[in-house]
């Protein structure tokens, strides 16, 4: 007599967790976090280039969350695209705050300018473009971590920005063309490095 195969288990929707969630079953926030806890972070840290401020607001994405369940509609935005748009608005809540209250880090020219060996060259124009990216108004700075460094599609960086796939175009073409007039006298130095 053989053993009973057991079925594998049927991974559940992100919605019917949600609903889940809303009825207090903590195993489903458990899940929750497992599946969509690291792009969270990942996308704060790219933002705010800060892990310890990525870690709370990843931490403050979740709890809001758990408020949201009872709530949650099943035929509203998808909840990867809703988690970024919370963790999103909360980087830039948090850089609007720190640009308000710290002076910005040092000039972009002082940077790269730096004459300095290889390795070292290699870091300060890796300092460079993350204080490019890092200069960018926050709607840009946040469509271009989207879907430059997360890898979304246009579609679902729209959906976690709250904007239209036009308006998201048009945040990418101006973060691009500001990138490019501030790291132009640089790109020598960018193109050697790899």
Known sequence: MEPARQQPAVEE???????RLADGCGGAMATLSDRHLPSVLACAWRILG????AEDVAQETFVRLLRKAPE?????PALRSWLLRVATNLCIDRHRARSRLAPMPEDIER??????????QDLAIR????????HLPDRQ???LVLVHFQGFSGQEAASALGVSAEALES????ARRRLKKVLS?????LLEVG
Not at 50 to 53: G, L, N
Not at 72 to 76: E, L, N, R, V
Not at 171 to 174: D, I, K, M, Y
């Open 13 to 19: 929707t992100d919605d019917g967790l949600v609903l």
């Open 50 to 53: 800060d892990r310890a401020e």
């Open 72 to 76: 949650w509609q099943t035929d509203g």
């Open 111 to 120: 940077l790269a300018d730096r004459d300095s060996a290889p390795l070292d």
């Open 127 to 134: 300092r460079a473009v993350r204080s490019a990216v890092a």
């Open 141 to 143: 700075r946040a469509a």
């Open 171 to 174: 945040l990418l073409a101006r």
């Open 185 to 189: 006298p640089h790109m020598k130095n």
